[in-house]
T-cell receptor, first 114, second 116 residues
Framework: GESVGLHLPTLSVQEGDNSIINCAYS??????FIWYKQESGKGPQFIID?????DKRQGQRVTVLLNKTVKHLSLQIAATQPGDSAVYFCAENAANFGNEKLTFGTGTRLTIIP | GAVVSQHPSRVICKSGTSVKIECRSLDFQATTMFWYRQFPKQSLMLMAT?????????EQGVEKDKFLINHASLTLSTLTVTSAHPEDSSFYIC????????????FGQGTRLTVV
């Protein structure tokens, strides 16, 4: 079946460094992707999104890259801060017989080392 | 704007009892609300989608008689876990959208359910 997966379950980064979180997806029909941040005991928080007609989108300290050729998505966080420590999920949206469905990846835990 | 509130944030109940979780959109009218379940160190799994005034649509494998969803108004949806068992212990998260799109939904803070 279709799946969304992450290459690394955990990632530790020194404070101030940049971090890259990767995500692979297999549904070629996916046309919209979202990155969420989830802190312990809280619901997911929207970070940034990208549509399939784009290959890059930038926000504040974050950049999402989309490579449709290899079905790969990445989230880059610049100048990481302690508050960036959380689990990050990618999610893909694909219309399935006219019904949209948001599928979440397994998550990567990012730990910022002071 | 776009605040979604869940209540309670934590609940412990005895096996065999029922527990109700509320999801409220505080500053917008939610056409659609979504309920997810998340096991420890795992991803979010969609349980059901509810539209105001109509029956919820459940995902495959989710027991509709066990997880009762009511979307009585444009700002409130409730999930009732009936006859709870320890295996129902999980983190339940709702999201609310002004439209029918999953992708435009905002998430609540989640409810940690522990069944003892």
């Amino acid at each position: 079946g279709e799946s969304v997966g992450l290459h690394l379950p955990t990632l530790s980064v020194q404070e101030g460094d940049n971090s890259i979180i990767n995500c692979a997806y297999s549904n070629s029909a996916s046309d919209y992707f979202i990155w969420y941040k989830q802190e312990s005991g809280k619901g997911p928080q929207f970070i940034i999104d990208i549509r399939s007609n784009m290959d890059k989108r930038q926000g504040q300290r974050v950049t999402v890259l989309l490579n449709k050729t290899v079905k790969h998505l990445s989230l880059q966080i610049a100048a990481t801060q302690p508050g960036d420590s959380a689990v990050y999920f990618c999610a893909e949206n694909a219309a399935n017989f006219g019904n949209e469905k948001l599928t979440f990846g397994t998550g990567t835990r990012l730990t910022i080392i002071p | 704007g776009a605040v979604v509130s869940q209540h309670p944030s934590r609940v412990i109940c005895k096996s065999g009892t029922s527990v109700k979780i509320e999801c409220r959109s505080l500053d917008f009218q939610a056409t659609t609300m979504f309920w997810y379940r998340q096991f420890p160190k795992q991803s979010l799994m969609l349980m059901a989608t509810s539209n105001e005034g109509s029956k919820a649509t459940y995902e495959q494998g989710v027991e509709k008689d066990k997880f009762l969803i009511n979307h009585a108004s444009l700002t409130l949806s409730t999930l009732t876990v009936t006859s709870a068992h320890p295996e129902d212990s999980s983190f339940y998260i709702c999201s609310a959208s002004k439209t029918v799109r999953y992708t435009e939904a905002f998430f609540g803070q989640g409810t940690r359910l522990t069944v003892v």
